[in-house]
């Protein structure tokens, strides 16, 4: 079993920056592919970014390449998305997965943990 904690969201001005982490516990943090999923009112949730589990392979949706980077520190049992230039269709609620695929899926149902998610909402 894997616990993911999510933290880091929060309010902030279209244009601004915010760096979501996500800590794994309960298993080991390696072998695992990682993503960030959000979730906005009303939607189904759909992927933003996933990681490979030796960090070396990264899949984007469209709408974030070039202002979302995710990244992961295996020996903090940790990843990472740096979310620059956003925009309030950026709001959302983010949730953090875990998956035994090992490679960067972006298919949803290739995770098998989640958390809690977090709340990030941008305003104009």
């Known amino acids: 079993q894997v616990q993911l904690v999510e933290s880091g969201g929060g309010l902030v001005q279209a244009g601004g920056s915010l760096r979501l982490s996500c800590v794994a516990s309960?298993?080991?943090?390696?072998?695992?592919?990682m993503g960030w999923f959000r979730q906005a009112p009303g939607k189904e949730r759909d992927v933003v970014a996933t990681i490979s589990w030796t960090g070396d392979a990264a899949y984007y949706t469209d709408s974030v390449k070039g202002r979302f980077t995710i990244s992961r520190d295996n020996g903090k049992n940790t990843v990472y998305l740096q979310m620059n230039n956003l925009r309030p269709e950026d709001t959302a609620v983010y949730y953090c997965?875990?998956?035994?695929?090992?490679?960067?899926?972006?298919?949803?149902?290739?995770?098998?943990?989640w958390g809690q998610g977090t709340q990030v909402t941008v305003f104009s």
């Open positions: 997965a875990a998956g035994t695929t090992r490679r960067a899926s972006s298919t949803r149902a290739d995770y098998n943990y």
């Open positions: 309960g298993r080991t943090f390696i072998g695992y592919a």
